[in-house]
């Protein structure tokens, strides 16, 4: 599990923010910003403390490995999420990501952890985002969650707008896996 680990946190620092390449000579290039922060706020339904999950790899991707952070989630509980990123410049993404909602989508994978997640933003032709999220927690459990962020995936290809990143397609921004999260 180490092993994977320590190979998900080296794909993740080297993963970076979108382009666009389809730039004629009289737009501006949309440079690609290397995404060095990203967390997960979960704001527990009916009040309480935010518990926070961050990744942040301050000096990019071939520096010193990231940092990953987190708390632990209570049992039957309902918390409302929402994820911020930014680049090594302190660019906020997450305001990006928001602007180009169609071009974007956050993908949830759980494994061996008991809660579920519901997307609570929508683009403009009424697809999921992510940047918004609902998650219903139950028994205590240890597990892992990883997000990942595509760009330009195809919304409308079959399980995507459910959150299946099976047939998503697109190009990853940024893929974090946070591993044993505790549910108590």
Known sequence: MKKYALLSVGLVAMLASCSDDDVTPSEPVNEEEV????????????????????????????????????????????????????????????????????????????????????????????NPVGLKTIWTTTDASTGDFQVILRHEPNKSASGVSEGDITNAGGETDIEVVFEDVKID
């Open 35 to 126: 995404i060095t922060k990203m967390t997960v706020n979960f704001v527990p339904e009916g009040g309480g403390d935010t518990l926070k999950f961050t990744f942040e790899d301050a000096d990019g991707p071939g520096g010193n490995d990231p940092v990953i952070t987190k708390d632990d989630l209570k049992a039957n509980t309902v918390y409302n999420t929402s994820i911020g990123l930014w680049s090594d410049e302190g660019e906020d993404i997450a305001e990006e990501v928001s602007e180009e909602d169609n071009e974007h989508q956050f993908f949830f994978e759980v494994t061996d952890l008991n809660a579920t997640y519901v997307y609570d933003d929508e683009d403009g032709d009424g």
